[in-house]
């Protein structure tokens, strides 16, 4: 089977807008269900606006650069300041209405040369790590892929894939983080296990079961010395993560017929310290 048949190059926004929508489960949108099925609602009804902060700004523009390097930044992004104010020689602040007149006049996304600097950093850390650097010299970035796992529309769009990697095809996620002494943490506290394990399992159900990945997460610290590490995901904590995915997408079909939608936090609860 040709691997690469059912990717589908779709833009970023266009992935996000179907999933805001409706038409399709992410990962993101079940991890919102996993935690709070009333959040998971009030997203889907628009009583919670989709907002974009700096910092997941700059997180896509730092995924751009990384992994599919500085000629594909070119197309996305524009590196600059913005305009000078003449009175100092600087150039204007952000929240100033000089700069948002000339950055809502832009055809790119605007990245700073400060931050441009500190992404160059980043990137240089991880292509410096021999681990990330063989993971990352073959493949292909940003794919889609869509299609009905456990009776559900899902759709996922993977940082970067590779055909083979040790006799097996791999999928990878770049994460960026404050240390990587509790990295192990955060990704259980923000459910990466969980996103990488709804990551094979879409892929596995869009190959007919022919495409079986390894998965992976790139960390890379967003401070000095901006380490990098990376870590494989066991089969057992994938197929753990797959029955709880499982469950929920079931528990979301439920909620569905049923209108009923938990916050979680109705039983009462024991505190004991």
């Known amino acids: ?17 179907a999933a805001r929508d409706g038409k399709f489960l992410s990962s993101h949108l079940l991890g919102d269900f996993r935690k709070s099925p009333l959040l998971y609602k009030k997203k889907m009804n628009g009583e919670i606006e989709p907002t974009e902060s700096a910092a997941l700004a700059v997180g896509r523009a730092v995924h751009t650069l990384v992994l599919e390097g500085r000629s594909k930044f070119d197309e996305e992004f524009m590196v600059s300041d913005g305009p000078v104010n003449p009175k100092t020689g600087e150039p204007f602040g952000k929240l100033t209405k000089a700069y948002k007149e000339w950055a809502a006049a832009q055809t790119k996304d605007v990245v700073s040369g400060p931050d441009f600097a500190f992404m160059s950093k980043l990137r240089e850390s991880v292509w410096a790590h021999p681990v990330a650097r063989e993971l990352l010299d073959d493949g ?44 192990e943490g955060d990704a259980r506290r923000f459910g990466y296990p969980q996103q990488m394990a709804f990551y094979r399992e879409v892929l596995r159900s869009a190959s007919d079961g022919e495409v079986v990945a390894d998965c992976y997460l790139i960390a890379v610290e967003k401070r000095e010395p901006m380490r990098c590490g990376v870590w494989k995901l066991t089969d057992g904590i994938l197929e753990t993560c797959a029955l709880e995915n499982e469950r929920a997408i079931a528990e979301l079909r439920k909620c569905r017929r049923e209108n009923l939608w938990p916050t979680r936090t109705e039983d009462m609860r024991i505190l004991d310290v």
């Open 1 to 17: 089977m040709n691997q690469c048949a059912f990717f589908a190059d779709i833009p970023a926004d266009e992935y996000h807008q």
């Open 140 to 183: 292909i970035a940003e794919q889609t892929v869509r299609t009905h796992y456990c009776d559900e529309p899902c759709q996922i769009r993977m940082d970067w894939f590779r055909a083979d990697y040790d006799g097996r095809p791999v999928i990878c996620d770049l994460k960026t983080c404050e240390t990587l002494d509790y990295f």
